[in-house]
């Protein structure tokens, strides 16, 4: 998988598909370009849209490829959720600061059903390991701080992963979650 910042980005590297390695078996000069990964989202909730690009390495004759294909995304969608990275990233910072998982989830104006911020949440929770050891590699989490400066013993997990999110991502032009999936190139949940 390929995880881009833009389309701009992607459509640039794309046009340099066969000067590529595989990413699974690192042949050059066999990718091309196979279609569509299409689902609803956001934008396009009552018709399916591309939502990724499929690229092929070629084992056909003299291809030299491994048959296998994977997909191309850009940061600002997250695979098998119907949310776009900035408003998955709203709906969890404000969470994690408020505690309201439905008043924030409210406040996205999404078409979801009542019951989507609960699924959304514990899939955060549950990839909360995985995002926080991808983090460390970035950089430190920050120390847990009020705005008075007294440090907050009661801060919780979901708080300190977004606070570590948001220092790691601070200069980031896209939001904290878009820029954890170019830099990391795994999907955040
Ligand atoms: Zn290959």
Known sequence: MWIFASKEQRDRRLALLKCLPCPHCKHTGALNRHGFLKGYDELNFKQKAIRAIRVFC???ANAGGCGRTFSVWIADKVKRLFLDTDSLWQFLEQAATTGS???AFRDLQSSLS????????KRFLQAQAAIRTALTA?????KHVHQDGVPSPAQ???QGTIAHLKAAFQDSSS???AAFQNATQRFFI
């Not at 009542?114 to 949440?121: M, T, V």
């Not at 970035?138 to 920050?142: N, Q, T």
């Open 175 to 177: 939001n904290p979650i």
């Open 156 to 158: 919780s997990a979901a």
């Open 114 to 121: 009542d019951s989507a911020p609960y699924r959304i949440w």
């Open 58 to 60: 070629s084992d056909r």
């Open 101 to 103: 998982k439905s008043q």
């Open 138 to 142: 970035i950089g430190p989490p920050p």
